[in-house]
């Protein structure tokens, strides 16, 4: 089994728990509330820059110039989208370019690109490389199984089209061979590291869609602590 069949296999129930997000249940519908996809694309938008920097990053610390050339395209794309399909969509929900700096990035998206930016700089670059997967990974199966079950006219269609294309799944596949080849030059150690760095940016994908669904801001300080949480230590 390849490295990255061994990540998907340890993180099945979750990348699951996923695709069944209401978030991604009612964009196929068409359903998904207009003010929910509107504060969804402006915490995107700030994401794709700091995943942009954090792919750029980790171009900087690629052992060749294939994988130079390979990460630095994905961050000029993730700009490119930036300001195509988010331009598209906030210009299309009267998102000023004012609103948009004056928006405040939110807990869960501030979160996701620290993490991002902190593996990048601070751990090895396979173990950076392998938190930047699920980002390409779980979109390509939510826009894949989205368009299959999009509703004619759907108004996030242009979303949906953008995660099930043929050239996002070429630039899935190229990631995946990247990072199999990575961890195939990797102790065990690292390729642990790795496997873990995996996982945590999997649940970052699921906190910026649940955070998103539930237009949550930062967490005040007198909330209740009732939210149900994760042992701290794994069983
Ligand atoms: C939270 C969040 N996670 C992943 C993506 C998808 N995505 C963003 S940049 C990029 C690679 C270069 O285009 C991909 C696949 C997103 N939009 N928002």
């Not at 539930?214 to 794994?234: N, T, V």
């Amino acid at each position: 089994m390849s490295f990255t069949q061994q990540l998907r296999r340890d993180t099945a129930q979750l990348r699951q728990q996923i695709l069944d997000m209401p978030f991604n249940r009612d964009l196929a519908a068409g359903t998904l509330p207009q003010e929910v996809f509107r504060g969804y694309i402006v915490q995107d938008a700030h994401y794709l820059e700091g995943f942009a920097r954090a792919l750029a990053m980790a171009a900087a610390k690629a052992p060749d110039a294939d994988a130079v050339a390979q990460l630095a395209g994905s961050a000029i794309k993730a700009i490119s989208v930036e300001r195509g399909l988010h331009g598209e969509y906030m210009a299309q929900f009267g998102v000023s370019a004012e609103e948009y700096e004056a928006t405040e990035i939110s807990e869960a998206c501030d979160h996701y690109v620290s993490f991002l930016l902190r593996m990048v700089a601070t751990d090895d670059f396979a173990v950076g490389l392998t938190a930047l997967l699920p980002c390409f990974w779980i979109y390509h199966e939510v826009g894949q199984k989205i368009a299959a079950e999009a509703v004619p006219g759907n108004r996030y269609q242009a979303w949906i089209d953008t995660y099930a294309s043929e050239d996002f799944a070429d630039g899935v596949q190229r990631m995946l061979e990247l990072i199999d080849r990575t961890a195939a030059a990797s102790s065990d150690a690292t390729r642990a590291r790795m496997q873990r760095s995996f996982a945590r940016s999997c649940w970052h994908e699921w906190h910026f869609w649940d955070s998103a669904y539930h237009m949550r801001g930062w967490l005040a300080p007198d909330a209740e602590p009732s939210a149900k949480r994760m042992p701290a230590i794994a069983e």
